[in-house]
């Protein structure tokens, strides 16, 4: 069965530094995969998503990350945080028909 | 207009109450979603709707009542619901069932008392 891992359940990164989150994922074929984020109460918004291709995908709000088939990872990644990008950030990947598995989620949270 | 509207935005309804949820989207989507989400949880799949109908249901205990009138209109009907039932509830829709870009509304927030 498809599973999503996101090993780091909070991060503490400073304003205006790089962050990485990471995500490991188990697929038996080529995997489709999603970034989203929830800001505290509200829905998720779609951040990038792969499908195939160019293995470095570009979202919104500066963020990109990296499919590596070799380390079945996604991780998303920022050059520079700002305080607005504090929310819940969750992985997923396409697991069946209409069915997207998440991780559990990994809560970002920015120091001044 | 890329944007899944749900009303209300915070319910609370005790045990023997019967209240509904609604979802709308206006992107001409065929495919909608009922997610369930607890505290610190992911979203958890509840029902699938592919042109207006049922086609994905996760072992929902019937007490959640799906109905989809239109290709444009979700809705939620709740009777007799838990205390644990309390969650986030989310919609989303997507192009077509197939189609895994879902865009998720705000939620309703559901306190069962």
């Known amino acids: 069965a498809q599973s999503v891992t996101q090993p780091d359940i909070h991060i503490t990164v400073s304003e205006g530094a790089s962050l990485e989150l990471r995500c490991n994922y188990s697929?038996?074929?080529?995997?489709?995969l999603f970034w989203y984020v929830q800001s505290p109460g509200q829905g998720l918004q779609l951040l990038l998503k792969?499908?195939?291709?160019?293995?470095l995908v570009q979202g919104i709000k500066g963020f990109e990350a990296e499919f590596k088939r070799s380390q079945s990872s996604f991780n998303l990644r920022k050059p520079s945080v700002h305080w607005s990008d504090a929310a819940e950030y969750f992985c997923?990947?396409?697991?069946?028909?209409?069915?997207?598995?998440f991780g559990k989620g990994t809560m970002l949270l920015v120091s001044p | 207009d890329t944007e899944v509207t749900q009303t209300p935005k915070h319910l609370v309804m005790g045990m023997t109450n019967k209240k509904s949820l609604k979802c709308e989207q206006h992107m001409g989507h065929r495919a909608m979603y009922w997610y369930k989400q607890k505290a610190k949880k992911p979203p958890e799949l509840m029902f699938v709707?592919?042109?207006?109908?049922?086609?994905i249901n996760e072992s929902v205990p019937s007490r959640f009542s799906p109905e989809c009138p239109n290709s444009s209109l979700l809705n939620l009907h709740l009777h007799a619901l838990q205390p644990e039932d309390s969650a986030l509830y989310l919609c989303?829709?997507?192009?077509?069932?197939?189609?895994?870009?879902?865009?998720f509304g705000p939620g309703t927030r559901l306190t069962v008392t």
């Open positions: 709707y592919s042109y207006e109908k049922l086609s």
């Open positions: 697929y038996g074929a080529t995997p489709y």
């Open positions: 997923a990947v396409a697991s069946g028909y209409s069915t997207l598995t």
């Open positions: 989303a829709s997507s192009q077509s069932a197939g189609d895994y870009e879902q865009y």
């Open positions: 792969y499908f195939s291709g160019d293995t």
